[in-house]
């Protein structure tokens, strides 16, 4: 077995291990189901929601939203982050200000982006993009920091166009800091939607989360939570392997 | 074989010439290159002269700091002159990297994110040639190198010898004429940077490309070159230009001639006392 296989067989085991642990306590009666559900029924409970199509709607709502601002985080962040990295004073300027950024509650602006942009899709997505593109300017100042000299050197040997310099050299070599912040930011946008549907809006997986929580039904709240986390795994996991791969490469190994 | 020696300095303003009977490759008149401004000014080349002769093997070797590496940048066009003109076959270089010359970096200036084989064909993204061509230059390049059996390899998987000689492979796809090397061996270790001399110059014997060669380590420029220019410490002027008298067909095992004691004793002779001003020290 090679020792990736080895870490990931460990890392499967231990997580088995933690719900069979909880299975068994909430089946004995050690922890009390009102407060936590057992791990089957959650999952039972997950697919009886999600197969049933009453969350459909919430389903595609909140995945488009979370799309959406992950998308548009990336642009801004990427441009924001390559245009700052551009101008010395702007960099002087910024960079306190992206150090600092996450001690911001963004949260609390969610009134404010309700008044200014209205109830429906718009307020989230800009909490999510809010939540989500400084991670994104940030890995992108990294990234471009990180660019060897010598490639844009070569470049110019090379008489590349300003934009075949970026899409040849550049965002390759930058690329697996990149990469570092759109994990963040999907992770950042995820958080975004769902927290600001779950305090303040009428609808999507957040809000269905927290009007099972406020109705005591532990049983759908439990479902629901383990589907968003499902597919936050999952697709953080797609980036992962995405980035294992780009990485291998450029390794050693 | 005998080392051809000029015995006293070539007094400033004089171009320092190749013999042979060739045209000039590239030809420095003047040339100085100033940073900054007023009190902050610093003087990096003043007033160089050089001539090299198409198809000659050339290097330049000065104390560190001396502004070697500000000289290839001028050379090939990457930087302008403050004054003075740079001439590459008979045509002056405006700020650009003209069309026929290749160079080779100090730093590894690989590629990770793609194969040797990828690394090697960049030269030839933008050319226009038929992907049959392209797909010979780069194996032919790959094979020349020793790389064959590395070329879907990344350059993390390499040594470090092994990345220098792709990025000396994509620039010979490019078939230069005019081949600059910023200390390209500074990185290695004694044995494979000798092992790396022979591959140069293979390959200078072999595409008729001329060579310039900077680099700090003297025996380097002693066994490759056909001249060796001496730089003064900053700013940087040529002091002298030794002429070393070997053969065309001529590779590492020169290091055991007599002679090449004598080449290597006059440079340094020439550089020393530059040497310890580049150090703050009196001669």
Known sequence: MTRRRAVLFVRIAVLAGLVATLEICCRAGIIDPLTVIPPGDMVASMINHVGSGELDESIVNTFSTIALAFVLAIGCGTLAGALIHRSSRLRDVADPLLASYYSVPTFIFYPLLVALLGLGKAPLVVLGVLSAAPAVMISTLSGLDGVSPVLLKLARVHRLSPARTLWWIVLPAALPRLFSGFKLALSYALIGVIAGEFILSGTGLGYAISFAYQSFDNRAMYGLMLFVLLVAVIANGILYVWEGRLARRRSSG | ?283
Request: net charge negative; proline share 5%.
């Open chain 2, 1 to 283: 074989m005998s080392a051809i020696l000029p015995g006293s300095p070539v007094p400033g303003g004089t171009p320092l010439a190749t013999s042979g009977s060739s045209a000039p490759a590239i030809e420095l008149s003047g040339v100085s290159k100033v940073y900054g401004r007023g009190s902050e000014a610093v003087v990096a080349l003043e007033r160089l002269d050089l001539l090299v002769l198409d198809g000659s093997f050339v290097s330049l070797v000065g104390a560190s700091g001396c502004g070697k590496s500000t000289l290839l940048d001028v050379l090939c066009g990457l930087a302008r002159p403050t004054s003075g003109s740079v001439r590459f076959e008979g045509k002056e270089l405006h700020g650009e990297v003209p069309d026929g010359i290749g160079v080779v970096f100090q730093e590894d200036a690989s590629m990770p994110w793609l194969s040797v084989r990828q690394n090697v064909a960049f030269g030839l993204r933008t050319s226009s040639l038929p992907e049959k061509e392209v797909a010979e230059r780069v194996d032919h390049a790959v094979s020349f190198m020793g790389l064959a059996q590395f070329a879907d390899h990344y350059p993390a998987q390499l040594s470090g010898g092994m990345r220098q000689r792709v990025c000396i492979a994509r620039t010979l796809v490019l078939r230069p004429r005019l081949i600059l090397l910023d200390e390209p061996f500074g990185a290695l270790d004694q044995q494979t940077r000798l092992l790396m001399g022979d591959e140069l110059l293979r390959l200078w014997r072999e595409t008729g490309a001329t060579v310039l060669l900077i680099t700090h380590a003297l025996d380097e420029a002693a066994m490759l070159s056909d001249r060796v220019g001496v730089m003064s410490a900053r700013p940087g002027r040529f002091i002298d230009m030794v002429e070393t008298g070997w053969p065309r067909d001529r590779d590492s095992r020169i290091v055991s001639d007599p002679e090449f004691g004598t080449v290597t004793a006059r440079l340094w002779s020439s550089l020393r006392e530059e040497s310890l001003k580049a150090m703050g020290r009196a001669a």
